[in-house]
């Protein structure tokens, strides 16, 4: 089973509107974090905002939200007033911390969903 | 603010060839990564690396792969023989509460 899913491929938002990137994830973990990164064209993976499983509020960047459902498995991050330069690729990803030996941390990522912003 | 560098940006190899892809973690992080993303896919995890030795490593990071860290700053990762299916975006990451990534290297092999 996928670990992280982003089921939105692609996305289309008008500038200035608000959009939900949604991400849905699986993990027996109690201890975990969400992250989402943003990738421009050039490729670079820029962090954008994190949510870890036992913040009870949601967490907010910016113009970034991220809205934490932890009863459902997912966190979807929305990002208000879109402007032109949020076009990109966006990746979900998650960190469970389940002690493993010397303890790892890595991240599993989801498929990324690609959003244009329409002037 | 404190960023994770690499080197090159963009390597072009020939199959069979060993490369070395160069990181500059940020300084006072402990677990540092690599991952890799092929053209059009997502990011995956080769391997982790804490107090100087391989934490974790994943299916993908087999005997062809390597990691260092040579000296107190830079964290490597070598590809003895490359094959064409290496080609991708290696990125490096370095951990303390949020994992920061590098710009990434492209690696094409031809």
């Known amino acids: 089973a996928q670990k992280i899913t982003q089921t939105q491929p692609g996305m289309f938002v008008q500038e200035k509107e608000a959009v939900t990137l949604d991400c849905t994830y699986d993990t027996s973990d109690q201890s975990y974090g969400l992250f989402w990164y943003k990738q421009p064209s050039s490729g670079e993976m820029i962090f954008l905002i994190y949510q870890g499983s036992y913040d009870e509020q949601n967490a907010t960047e910016g113009r970034y939200s991220l809205n934490f459902q932890k009863a459902r498995k997912s966190a979807n991050l929305v990002i208000s007033a879109s402007q032109l330069g949020d076009s990109a690729m966006y990746f979900c990803?998650?960190?469970?911390?389940?002690?493993?030996?010397?303890?790892?941390?890595?991240?599993?990522f989801g498929k990324g969903t690609k959003l244009s912003v329409i002037p | 603010e404190p960023e994770v560098t690499q080197t090159p940006s963009h390597q072009v190899t020939q199959m069979g060839q060993e490369v070395i892809l160069r990181c500059v973690p940020i300084s006072n992080h402990l677990y540092f990564y690599w991952y890799r993303q092929i053209l059009g896919q997502k990011v995956e995890f080769l391997v982790s690396f804490y107090n100087n030795e391989i934490s974790e490593k994943s299916e993908i990071f087999d005997d062809q792969f390597s990691v260092e860290r040579p000296d107190g700053s830079n964290f490597t990762l070598k590809i003895r023989s490359t094959k064409l299916e290496d080609s991708a975006m290696y990125f490096c990451a370095s951990y303390s509460n949020e994992q920061y990534f590098g710009p990434g290297t492209r690696l094409t092999v031809t």
């Open positions: 990803a998650m960190r469970e911390d389940a002690y493993s030996g010397a303890g790892s941390y890595q991240l599993t």
